[in-house]
């Protein structure tokens, strides 16, 4: 079943929410509850789709990151996105192998 109109607003809110408090400049720590508390809220809020409501709130910081990225290769006249998100990528796997 599709995810509801209200949960993709909710999801949408809710990664908006969390791009914002993130930009705030928050430690991990805190912003890792944040994640958690809105991950929380929107299964609560759709139980019977809870999944999907998860998924659509990832897709949506996967497309806001994803056009954040190419705003900044923009203005810088480069691809540091790219590098930054290649070398991100590079140690997460380093750290899943360890």
Do not use: Y
């Amino acid at each position: 079943m599709p995810l509801s109109l209200s949960g993709r607003a909710d999801a949408l809110a809710a990664s908006v929410g969390l791009i914002t408090t993130a930009r705030a400049g928050l430690p991990s720590g805190e912003l890792g509850r944040q994640v958690v508390a809105a991950m929380t809220d929107l299964q609560n809020r759709h139980p019977g789709q809870a999944a999907q409501a998860l998924a659509w709130f990832i897709g949506q910081l996967a497309a806001q990151a994803g056009h954040a990225c190419d705003e900044w290769d923009k203005a810088a006249g480069g691809t540091p996105a790219a590098e930054w998100l290649t070398a991100v990528g590079a140690h997460a796997a380093r750290k899943r192998e360890s």
